[in-house]
């Protein structure tokens, strides 16, 4: 239980800003940019240092890796705490982003290691999907409780760097009453600051009350293994990175998960820089990826539960098969509409999101356990380790398209990326 509220902060404090980024852009004047590289800082942090807290988890035992972990987030949601001036403060976000990517090493390496470790054999893919699936529904939280104590604001985001702005700023308003555009409203600046803050607080608080309790009690491993090969000595780190770089099964799957679920999660941070231009608010947004995050994190402990059945363990494949071809279909759908090929509906635009990501998310577990089982005796964290390093590393680049282009021309290929590499990602899964 420690292990998956772990996994579920560190999720909410990955994923804090896109929700608000609409409010973070007003109040800080960020670019897309600068938000995306918030995540983009996490992800790099991660690749660095995924291979050191593997070998923490294999060599030191769980405890370390999740008190290390715990440490790392608690320091990480503090840091947004501090009482900086706004030029200052966006590098303590980017130093926070930092430790996140540390702290979530442990959250995404460990899963496949604790269902090993604490679980008997017929219970280890639902276990595995259990670790996995609550830093989803943490991410889904952050769309949730962003858009609960920040909110939703109006404003005219051309008039942000304008001379009305530079007029009211004394005052910590901004006023749009009276404009050409007929749009009345009145933005206030200070009351957004406080309410970012106090989001910061929340998420601080959290974290500090999880590394309490990790600090007091999380053993390693149950006073007895729950089957003999939990307690039999696997191959060791080095040997075991060697033997997953040899082998080509291990290749297909690292491509054919890591490039679909990769640009698939980065892609939900920046969800309303992609569909604002279509008129979709921040909230509508925020309600959109808790949903769809919520529907893929169900999706993956009910195709794990389906895994778990002796007539189904042996079609794996078949499974991963059916999944990203539903999934696949669903994006393309999703594609059409926000390029507005077909009609725009915020009903269908729900529909196709939700689907994806359930169909999408639900593979999680499934690449977990074929990639355990087809590298054995290698080590549940190392296959786990490399699995995420290629989630992460199709994921950076995504995000710094946001840099190369504006952000109309970069919404359509971004879109338009998710298309081809889930077809990809499909072809893969037929080899």
Partial sequence: MMFSMLAFLQGTVWNTWGPISNSAQAVYHWSDFEIGMFINYADIAFVLTAFPATWLIQNKGLRYGVVTSAAFLTLCS??????????????????????????????????????????????????????????????????????????????????????????????????????????????????????????????????????????????????????????????????????????????????????????????????????????????????????????????????????????LHHHFKFILFVLMMVATLSVLWFCLLAQTIIPLSIDQLYVSAIVSGAFLNGTIPLFFEMAAESCYPVTEEITCCMMVISNNLFGVPFLLILAIKSIELCRLDELGAIRCLCIESTSLNTI
């Fill in 78 to 311: 503090g840091i947004r705490c501090l009482p900086l001036p706004d030029d200052v403060f966006i590098w303590a976000v980017n130093a926070a982003s930092v430790l996140n990517g540390v702290s979530s090493c442990v959250v995404n390496v460990a899963p496949p290691a604790i269902s090993a470790i604490w679980f008997p054999m017929e219970e280890r893919t639902t276990a595995t999907a259990i670790g996995s699936i609550f830093a989803y529904l943490g991410i889904a939280s952050s769309f949730l409780i962003g858009s609960v104590v920040v909110g939703e604001h109006k404003y005219l985001p051309e008039l942000i760097n304008s001379s009305l702005i530079n007029a009211t700023s004394s005052l910590d308003i901004f006023s749009t009453s009276g404009t050409e555009n007929n749009y009345t409203d009145l933005f206030n600046i200070g009351e957004q600051r406080k309410k970012i803050k106090t989001l910061m607080y929340l998420e601080f608080g959290l974290c500090a009350l999880l590394l309490l309790a990790v600090l007091i009690h999380f053993p390693s491993r149950p006073p007895k293994p729950p089957t003999v090969s939990a307690a039999v000595q696997r191959s060791n780190f080095l040997p075991g990175i060697l033997q997953l770089f040899r082998s080509v099964q291990f290749w297909l799957l690292l491509i054919a998960y890591g490039v679909p679920v990769g640009i698939y999660g980065v892609f939900g941070t920046v969800l309303n820089a992609n569909l604002g231009p279509d008129g979709i608010t921040q909230d509508e947004t925020a309600w959109l990826g808790f949903y769809s995050t919520v529907g893929g994190a169900l999706a993956g402990l009910f195709v794990s539960w389906l895994a778990n059945k002796k007539v």
